[in-house]
T-cell receptor, first 115, second 115 residues
């Protein structure tokens, strides 16, 4: 079975600064995806970024980037130029390939962006 | 693209009644949908995997006779909470697997309150 661990229950960052959220996972699978989802106060789950395990290049989406270390089973999310709208719960998630399998979520990190 | 809707967004019902929640993929066909439950300040807990045209696969501890799932078309899955009780009060979220992307997109959730 797969497990996902987010060791930072809460974090805060000043507006315009950079913050990194940590995520580690455990699996015996070799072919999988990793995701970061954001859940703002509205509770709508929003995909932030996706990484395929077979790709060595780290995924980036505008101000969001990941540091994927497959051997260490680490998948951290870096948010640059933090904005007030980034305030949310962030969930790291694992999914085996093919994609018709459930996501395995971490417990989440609550990020507060302070003006 | 990749929009998923849920209806209703909020429902209050009396104990002993049944409630149906709909999950629709609006701009893509989803052979696989997932139903999650989320308690306040917690992560998402998978309830079941719903495959179009076949029976749902329930997670251990989830009563299949209480939480009826029907995935009758490629764009609609329904969750019916039968004989609801106050302990069933929760936030229910669905997700749909977008084809060729191996990525799940989430509905906005349904808040169920059983009196």
């Amino acid at each position: 079975a797969q497990t996902v661990t987010q060791s930072q229950p809460e974090m805060s960052v000043q507006e315009a600064e950079t913050v990194t959220l940590s995520c580690t996972y455990d699996t015996s699978e070799n072919n999988y995806y990793l995701f970061w989802y954001k859940q703002p106060p509205s509770r709508q789950m929003i995909l932030v970024i996706r990484q395929e395990a077979y790709k060595q290049q780290n995924a980036t989406e505008n101000r969001f980037s990941v540091n994927f270390q497959k051997a260490a089973k680490s998948f951290s999310l870096k948010i640059s130029d933090s904005q007030l709208g980034d305030t949310a719960m962030y969930f790291c998630a694992f999914m085996k390939r093919p994609g018709n399998t459930p996501l395995v979520f971490g417990k989440g990190t609550r990020l507060s962006v302070i003006a | 693209g990749a929009v998923v809707s849920q209806h209703p967004s909020w429902v209050i019902c009396k104990s002993g009644t049944s409630v149906k929640i709909e999950c629709r993929s609006l701009d893509f066909q989803a052979t696989t949908m997932f139903w999650y439950r989320q308690f306040p300040k917690q992560s998402l807990m998978l309830m079941a995997t719903s495959n179009e045209g076949s029976k749902a696969t329930y997670e251990q501890g989830v009563e299949k006779d209480k939480f009826l799932i029907n995935h009758a078309s490629l764009t609609l899955s329904t969750l019916t909470v039968t004989s609801a009780h106050p302990e069933d009060s929760s936030f229910y979220i669905c997700s749909a697997l977008a084809p060729y992307t191996d990525t799940q997109y989430f509905g906005p959730g349904t808040r169920l309150t059983v009196l």
